[in-house]
DNA sequence: GCTGTATATGAATATATGTTCATATATTTA
DNA sequence: TAAATATATGAACATATATTCATATACAGC
């Protein structure tokens, strides 16, 4: 890697030291499109979260209705409720109602093996 | 799916609905670890926040300095230096000194391959 | 219709979190 | 040693967020 003197450069209206120019332009052509990276990072908050992590991971081995999920995290109804609304918003999950219940699970392949990527490299790193 | 009607099971001291007893107990015994995942969702929260995935995504194409990241996100220094020691103290990112400069980089190849893994299911579902 | 059960929702509150600002540390060069 | 540059840190503040509580909706059975 090569060291250069920091120089200013302009970039959308204000000055801004840069001292890898290159590197920093490459980065910009290379960059997830805004509204990807927004929702991007509204999937991963949704699932830094430790009950709405609990929840789905959960739903790994299967569906569950709202009222296993209570049973299995130990949270209330409610907060299950609120947690789940928003896994849904997001399409992490979805619901299949049954009668009066609504069974949970996991939206998409995706959602598990993103689950499941991130447990196997906890185990053995 | 069979459908029962309500019973009330004594876990852990207290008193809980179970509709589905036998789903809940198996996603009790395939639980991760809670410790394991409460790592999990500090993993998960950290690449959750706008600034640092836009910083994760950055250093995908190659290690940039401190000042260098600014540049490219629009943040400040300090911003950044917050960031960047949040993202490393979780082990997902790495810094290398040459001179007065902090090199960053992605830690590990899995934390590309959760990114590009995210990145891929935005792209085409 | 009414009652009971499963789930959802809105407001409120307490806690967590990201950025800024001021200051500190580390390294190079004079 | 002193000055300049790159990065780090702590406190403060403003905003976001998860849960609780009270209430609402949806469905089943009578």
Redesign the pocket.
């Known amino acids: 890697m090569t060291t250069r003197k920091?120089n200013l450069v302009v970039h959308e209206g204000c000055q801004v030291?840069v001292?890898h120019e290159d590197r920093v332009s490459q980065a910009r052509r290379e960059a997830p499109q805004e509204p990807e990276l927004e929702r991007m990072s509204l999937i991963f908050?949704a699932m830094g979260?430790p009950?709405r992590l609990r929840i789905l991971t959960g739903l790994m081995g299967g569906e569950m209705?709202?009222?296993d999920i209570a049973a299995y995290t130990g949270?209330?109804?409610?907060?299950v409720?609120?947690?789940?609304?928003?896994l849904r918003d997001l399409s992490l999950i979805k619901?299949r109602?049954d009668?009066?219940?609504?069974y949970y699970s996991l939206d998409d392949l995706h959602v598990a093996g993103q689950l499941q990527m991130a447990l196997d490299h906890l185990r053995h790193t």
Do not use: P
């Not at 949270?75 to 907060?79: I, L, N, P, T």
């Not at 009668?99 to 609504?102: A, E, N």
């Open positions: 920091t030291k001292i908050k979260d009950s209705c709202v009222c949270m209330s109804d409610s907060a409720s609120h947690a789940l609304r928003r619901a109602r009668g009066q219940m609504l």
